[in-house]
């Protein structure tokens, strides 16, 4: 019942999931810091429609 797939697929999964997280927080980081002027000179006005 416990074999090795089935508990590679769940740490496969985990992993996965961590990265999608850790990549929307450094997006978002990144497209803030960009707006306002802290990254990049200039504004992402595709991502953020309040420029």
């Known amino acids: 019942m416990f ?11 985990k992993f996965a999931i961590i990265g999608l997280i850790l990549g929307i927080i ?17 504004k992402l006005g595709f991502v953020c429609s309040n420029v």
Request: hydrophobic residues 55%; charged residues 10%; without cysteine.
């Open 26 to 42: 450094l997006t978002l980081a990144v497209v803030y810091m960009a707006n306002n002027g802290i990254l990049i000179p200039f």
């Open 3 to 13: 074999n090795k797939k089935a508990q590679l697929g769940i740490i496969e999964f």
